[in-house]
């Protein structure tokens, strides 16, 4: 096993990432070893459906499912090798058939077919320990001797943001929106990927492109999310339990939402969303379903207190997933991409059990006083105020907006997070997003020329409505968005993450402030290119940082 | 040495504490279940201060530990001596396995091989527990012998489910008072009174390696569990069954294993019989014996779970450490008599 894709990685050894056992996340190493081999296959496929792209020969369920498989192996979602055993023996079926219409397609186009590399090729082995053998061809770090730390810390950049992209894609997908412009651009990910490239331009192009792909990606999720849901309205959210039986929704599926709250209608049972699926409340269409009754918990990394707490089954929609305790382990529930060994996998038609599991368990015995926070200020709410946050800027009554977004996790740095929205200036604007939030987005904040001083912009591939917000801002005043008082504070955790900073990069947003700690898959020498390039900065102390922003601005 | 786990609001938890043990370990050992979770020193899911005592931290990754004096991570601290540890959770919060008493009512009495009977029981929905059946493939309930203080433990044959149904495999033990109870009195409709679930019997889901489970006699309930567990999951892993009894009529009903291995298509069965009856075309000798067969035959080396009666769990992991079996690829389970 060797895996460095998320933030908590272990930098214990010489070299920084999990090699041992398990992973710091609760991955063991044969799980990790498979996920590295259904990525190798996912590459291979990669090699065809490019191809079969730009014959204008796409194959659609190769495509969902290169998605979908992507989604599986980010941190915290699949941690069930029986799944990836399934899912590798799945993919060859699919590499086989996309190399047969690979051969067909570019016959008929009187083309011939090219040759192509190792991973096109793969025969994964028929049983586990055969697999096991096999995985170091497939590891991130394959090769490294010979083409160095560099370009393994690029090509993994590209890799986890291309993740991050398959997620939001498939997020977006399941609810409908696709478009051949995504799927080709993850083909074409794959494919680059597959060829080893040890350019070092040539792979930092690659991640741009990425970024860029994953704006339209995020577009289309928001296309969605609107499209299905309606347009996010400021709305206040109950944060604490109502007497009954309870559901607790927890992941970022706002479908696997909707699907739980149409089969728990009128059945007596409250739905509560946890975590990313706070801004499910802001949506019309599911704010409508009066029994989605609260928000409750806060973000991931305190889900083993809190689930266990909660008197009714839970179900994860996508990450965060950590290890079930024992007191839980029977009545929560995976869907999508999500897996652990031992936990019941529910499809929107076998909700049943979910119903059977709220009704057998015994929900909150009394109504707690009622609390609220508000949410729900993403690009339309924001944009329809546009006048007077425009005017609250020029008076002075505005001097700075944050964006304070991103992921939690557990660790104790990401406190500066809590600490920079607090000691932000009264005379500015704080805009959040991601489930790093939760660690402030219950303080008072007051309000601000009419708008409240915490505006919570949604999930955290709402960052396309945040970029929306920023870009008309920079339209009023005519600027571009770098000289904008705008400075953005990213926490990240996994790969969702750094497919939103890949995005930044492409559109150019500078002096993005990094934490709480950098990825452990940048090697200094790429690291001085971003801060180069692009004016990235690690996080320091939350005052010191505020101080420098503001004295940049001014 | 003692540890004392200060809560958030104030609770105060006496843990022993081993030497080389960590705390978070012994606070686990004494029931008391902690936030954690790489259990390597990298997460910070268990962070705490030490606030009186001396004690070791193990190597751990710098940005997980806590600021201030005293922050260690518990799966990586040492006590050298009585400590004081203030953890950042509320008293309720720290999970516990307080064994939960219930009710169920006798749903099913049904013969289950010679001298043995399937037991069903449904449970009474309850304001704290709810009404389902809730425990983890492997473990046992304990049983008042109503008007009585007998207590019985019988492991579970079933799996978790919301109906509340737990399924026994009880042995009745000629002379003794609750499975004499059992087979005489005892009749569909009586309410009895449980403790449950405990015990520690489970399968190691992480492990890679093949199994080889061992029942003897009614030690086949709990085995019975995890292969549907197994079944339920679709896990893969290969899989042996030896079920061993005294006389082949002691087994369960053929259809119960037809069934399993229907739901587990890699499960192989060896049925060990120790004294056959003309006729017997299958292993002769225990289960024990079976096992050294298996073994000696098998390329990887197994985990092996094995549920019987005393001596023939001594006599399993006497063949299981032969074969060269770590002592921590072992999981036992004792049939109560």
Redesign the interface.
Known sequence: MFCFQCEQTSRDGATAGCAGAKGVCGKDEVTADLQDLLIYELKGIGQYTHRLHKLGKPDADADRFSLYALFTTLTNVNFNRARFTDMIAEAATIRDRVAKAYEVEAAAAGKIPAMLGAAAHYQPAGDLSGLLAQAPVASVRAGVEKVGEDVIGLRSLILYGLKGVAAYAHHAEVLGEEREEIYAGVAKALDFLASDSTDIEALLGEALELGKLNYTVMETLDAANTGNFGTPTPTAVRTTPVAGKCILVSGHDFGDLRAILEATKDQGINVYTHGEVLPAHAYPKLHAYPHLVGNYGGAWQNQQIEFAAFPGPIVMTSNCLIEPQPSYRNRIFTMGPVGWPGLKHLTHNDLGILVQAAKATPGFATTAPEKQILIGFARDTVLGVAGTVVEAVKSGAVKHFFLIGGCDGAAPGRNYYTDFADNAPQDTVVLTLGCGKYRFNTHDFGTIGGLPRLLDVGQCNDTYSAIQIALALANAFNCGVNELPLTLVISWFEQKAAAVLLTLLALGVRNIRLGPSLPAFLTPNLINVLVEKFGIQPVTDAKADIQAALTRAA | MDVTIVTRDGARLGVPCAEGQNVLAAAEEAGL?L????R??????C?AHVTEGAYEMG?????????GEGGVLLCRCLALSDLVVEVP?RD??I?R?RVPERRAVIAGLVPAGAGALAVTLQLEA???????A???PGQFFEMTLPGADVRRAYSLANL?N???RLEFIIRLVPGGRFSGWLAAEARVGQMLELRGPMGHFA?D??S?RPRVLVAGGCGVAPILSLLR?MAE?????PVHLIYGANREAEFLPPHVLAEMKAALPQLDVTYAVWHPEAGWNGFVGTAAEALSVVLASGA?VPDIYVCGPPRMLEAVEGAALAAGVPAAQFFAERVQS
């Open positions: 279940y936030p954690s979770m790489c390597e020193g990298s997460c910070g899911m962070a190597a751990c990754a710098e940005g997980a530990l806590p600021k959770v309720e919060q999970g396995h309850d304001e704290t527990y709810g009404a389902a809730d425990f983890v978790p919301w109906d509340g399968l889901e992480a890679p567990q999951y679709g896990d893969a892993t990887a």
